[in-house]
């Protein structure tokens, strides 16, 4: 045993030997052969029993290698494996390399990207450089044994430096049938940002005839890019969409999104629509630093910007960018602002820009647009350790429109308070002083029909005291914690002085009220408040399992004593997968349930879902208004493959389904496929107010060829009024 043992060392130092000795050798010209049975004859060197060669960012292993020093040729015989510097793996019969001229020869040829782990075979591979050439093959992400799908090709070339991938006369297969031909096909093998076209997007209906969106992208520097996307609805229309987005500095982005949309005549006729073209745009940016970078002021403080403006025909402009209309969008308002601040240890400067346009209006002439509104906060100061609190704010608005009343509107308010702990912190007791002051000054022309209007310059002035009274209660169990909160506070309304506009409307500007006087008139009636409050915690191993929180307000002004709403809010987390919310209103003046919210959800890794009912019963100029909506969602994960899932959305109080989605998604390595059926009811803009809805019903069906991509294809099935 010795004596063998003796025999295994040696023949370890005599193999360690022979590899070494090999790469010394072949060093000085950067190329390593390392094996066991090297050997060189003038400027030829031999490797057998699986060598291994090593150049620049290159790796190769074969039965046998050879390599002639003088032409710098490497020929490499039997299960020969090629790694290239992380970006793909070969492997073939047989290569020839030559090291000098950067060229290469293999047959036949297997090759796996290591990026996206797709693969392509062929019958011979030649390459010069960063670009190697196929001859006849076939390109799958699935497994190479018995492919999903795979994409046969006459030719093909691979660029290792860009990592793009051309195939012409590409014919898709799925299993062995063909389903697709395409001239030209290309793709990248890595994320980087290029030009080129974006998978399509396709549709039938029977309203609007075949849909085709092609997204085109342009991405020639790194710091912008454009995707513009035009459309054809064959039976409705067409129109062309493009976004063009930016990254100007290290700390700002942003982001213009414009579009444009004609419709056919029979269309416009045949659902009576309102616009004959829909156009718009949408502009976004935002910047971390732009009082830094673009006026040089070096603050202590940070500064920012930020801007979203939209400007539209009507909202079709937003449903119709889209391949279908279930995330069409409702709203009739539409807000642009321009927010900017700078913040300091103590200080706050903020200037605000907000310009409304309702779609549903032909001119926004007469909306009150706030154009700018400027505003200082001085952050909270404590003295006296901590008992007292002072703060502060200042705002002044300009309520602008271009015809009628205009008017600019400053306000101060200076909250101080006091606060302590009474005994041994089992209570923590507040009071607040809140002085508010208000002026208004009008400029403008008067509406037609306000002659006997006064505009006078206003002047309003408050003083409110709030008392605090609250403890933080807490018992420990064995293995729960709770946590009782209880606070009481009153409200007291204390003086007011009202001149001018605030003191001539003072007690004709109420709730409900139609005079145009009243638009500039936003003070609330002043009232005594007495608030109750109750919270409970439940907490479990640190993880909150149960808390309810119970408010209740009463209210007296000077037409007597109300009762507010009683509010409760409950969240439970009834175990690991199972949660229950609730809240609650109750009105004791009608003595109604106001509002109430029910959510279960529930979560156990394969069966995901909700169920949620929405109820509110309010008044709207003393009339009932209704409101019943149940939502539900639910999706089932069968197994590693197969996910099935749906969601429906009813209107109680309209008996309407508003929405309802059934489906399944078929998921693999290198290949989804998916089915649904999709129910949904929208709105148009139309000149017949009783069909101003439509009821559409669709088939998505969803492939996607990874790492390929895929697309989206949608019938439409009924397009009812």
């Known amino acids: 045993m010795i004596l063998v043992h003796e025999l295994w060392l040696l023949m370890r130092k005599i193999l360690l030997l022979s590899m070494v000795s090999a790469s010394i050798l072949l060093g000085g010209e950067r190329v390593e052969i390392i094996g066991t049975q090297v050997d060189a004859n003038g400027s030829l060197v031999r490797a057998a029993s699986y060598p ?14 050879t390599y002639d020093r003088n032409t710098s040729i490497v020929e490499a015989f039997g299960h020969v494996n090629t790694f290239k510097s992380g970006q793909y793996h070969s492997i073939s019969e047989y290569s020839r390399l030559n090291l000098e001229e950067e060229t290469r020869y293999s047959k036949p040829y297997y090759v796996i990207d290591t990026n996206s782990s797709a693969w392509m075979s062929t019958d011979e591979a030649s390459g010069c450089q960063n670009k190697i050439d196929f001859a006849s093959g076939a390109l799958s992400g699935c497994n190479s044994t018995d492919p999903l799908w795979k994409m046969r090709f006459t030719s093909a070339d691979y660029n290792t430096e860009t990592q793009w991938v051309n195939m012409y006369n590409a014919r898709l297969f799925i299993e062995d049938v063909p389903v697709m031909y395409f001239p030209y096909f290309g793709y990248s093998t890595d994320n980087t940002r290029r030009s080129g076209l974006l998978m399509p997007f396709f549709g039938i209906s029977n309203a609007e005839g075949f849909y085709y969106q ?38 700002s982005k942003g982001s213009i999104r414009a579009g444009y949309f004609k419709e056919q005549s029979g269309y416009i006729a045949q659902y009576n629509l309102a616009h004959k073209t829909h156009y718009g745009y949408n502009a976004d940016y935002r910047h971390d630093a732009f009082l830094k970078e673009w006026f040089g002021l070096d603050l202590e403080g940070t500064s920012g910007l930020y801007v979203r403006a939209s400007r539209m025909s009507d909202v079709e402009y937003l449903n119709l960018q889209h391949t279908n209309q279930i995330y069409n969008v409702t709203a009739n308002q539409v807000i642009s602002r321009m927010n900017s601040y700078y913040s300091s240890e103590d200080n706050y400067f903020g200037a605000y820009i907000k310009y409304y346009q309702y779609l549903n209006q032909s001119s926004n002439s007469q909306t009150i647009q706030v154009l700018p509104s400027f505003q200082y906060h001085r952050y909270l100061k404590t003295f006296f ?16 429109r271009s015809e009628g009343k205009a008017a600019v509107q400053g306000d101060v308010n200076i909250p101080l308070t006091l606060q302590t702990s009474l005994f041994d912190d089992y209570l923590d007791a507040s009071y607040v ?26 002047t309003y002035a408050q003083v409110d005291h709030i008392f605090k009274i609250g403890s933080t209660l807490i018992h420990p169990y064995e293995t729960l914690t709770h946590v009782m909160n209880p606070e009481v506070s009153y409200s007291y309304a204390g003086s007011r002085l009202y001149n001018g506009y605030y003191k001539t409307y003072h007690d004709s500007c109420t709730v409900g009220s139609t005079d145009p006087a009243c638009n500039f008139y936003t003070l609330n009636e002043p009232k005594d408040n007495l608030a109750l409050a109750l919270n409970n915690y439940l907490f479990e191993g640190g993880k909150q399992l149960f808390v309810d929180r119970l408010s209740q307000n009463f209210a007296h002004d000077k037409q007597g004593s109300s009762y507010g709403e009683l509010q409760n809010e ?102 989804d496929f998916g089915l649904r059926f999709v129910q949904n009811l929208r709105p148009i803009v139309t000149n017949d107010p009783l069909h101003n809805s439509l009821n559409d019903s669709y088939v998505f069906i969803t492939v996607n060829l990874k790492p390929l991509g895929g697309s989206e294809f949608n019938y439409k099935l009924t397009n009812d009024r």
């Open 52 to 65: 291994t060669l090593v150049y620049q960012d290159q790796i190769v292993s074969a039965e046998k290698l």
């Open 214 to 251: 092609q997204p085109i992208y342009f991405a020639p520097q790194n710091w912008w890019d454009l995707e513009l996307t035009p459309q054809i609805r064959t039976s409705r229309g067409e129109g062309i969409y493009g976004n063009f987005r930016f990254v100007d500095s290290l700390h």
């Open 385 to 400: 350790g901590d008992h007292l609190l002072v703060n502060g704010d200042a705002t002044v608005n300009n309520f602008y």
């Open 433 to 458: 002083a809140n002085s508010s002051m208000r002026i208004i000054k009008f400029y403008g022309n008067e509406l037609p029909g306000e002659t006997g209007s006064r505009y006078d310059q206003g």
């Open 570 to 671: 409950l969240e439970w987390q009834v175990s690991s997968a199972l949660s229950f919310y609730n809240q609650t209103a109750y009105n004791h003046d009608r003595n109604v349930i106001s509002k109430e919210q029910n959510t279960v959800r529930y979560n156990s890794g394969s069966i995901r879902g909700s169920i949620s009912h929405y109820y509110t019963d309010t008044l709207l100029n003393n009339l009932p208004v209704y409101a019943s909506y149940l939502t539900a969602d639910t999706s089932y994960q069968y197994n590693r493959y197969y996910r099935f899932f749906g969601q429906i959305a009813y209107d109680y109080h309209a008996e309407v389904l508003k929405r309802g989605e059934i489906g399944f998604l078929y998921t693999q390595r290198c290949f």
